[in-house]
């Protein structure tokens, strides 16, 4: 079964980066579609960011785009979401998810497995 790990959470003031990291127990080249999800508090979860498994297409959602940037180390399993210019409406926890359905990313498409999250706080 598929693990996610997630890293790279943390405090930061608006106008700030942080990069999230999330390590795949075994190689998602090809195989899997990876998602960035958000959870704001009191609200539902919402879909940020997504790269197909040939690495041919990204999705982000309105938003965030132009400030973060999903990219993929396939040599090292590895999933990145790049987040600048953080905003307080930015703060959540933040998952990663892989989907079977590889072709494309899309939020609404199902993910099977989903990393443990990681929280991101944007405040002055």
């Known amino acids: 079964q598929l693990q996610l790990v997630q890293s790279g959470g943390g405090l930061v003031q608006p106008g700030g980066s942080l990069r999230l990291s999330c390590a795949t127990s075994e190689s998602t080249k090809d195989i899997y579609a990876i998602g960035w999800f958000r959870q704001a508090p009191g609200k539902e979860r919402e879909g940020v960011s997504c790269v197909s498994g040939d690495d041919r297409y990204t999705n982000y959602s309105a938003s965030v785009k132009g400030r973060f940037t999903i990219s993929r180390d396939n040599a090292k399993n590895m999933v990145y979401l790049q987040m600048n210019s953080l905003k307080p409406k930015d703060t959540g926890v933040y998952y990663c998810?892989?989907?079977?359905?590889?072709?494309?990313?899309?939020?609404?498409?199902?993910?099977?497995?989903w990393g443990r999250g990681a929280q991101v706080t944007v405040s002055s």
């Open positions: 998810a892989a989907s079977a359905l590889i072709s494309l990313c899309l939020f609404s498409e199902p993910y099977d497995y």
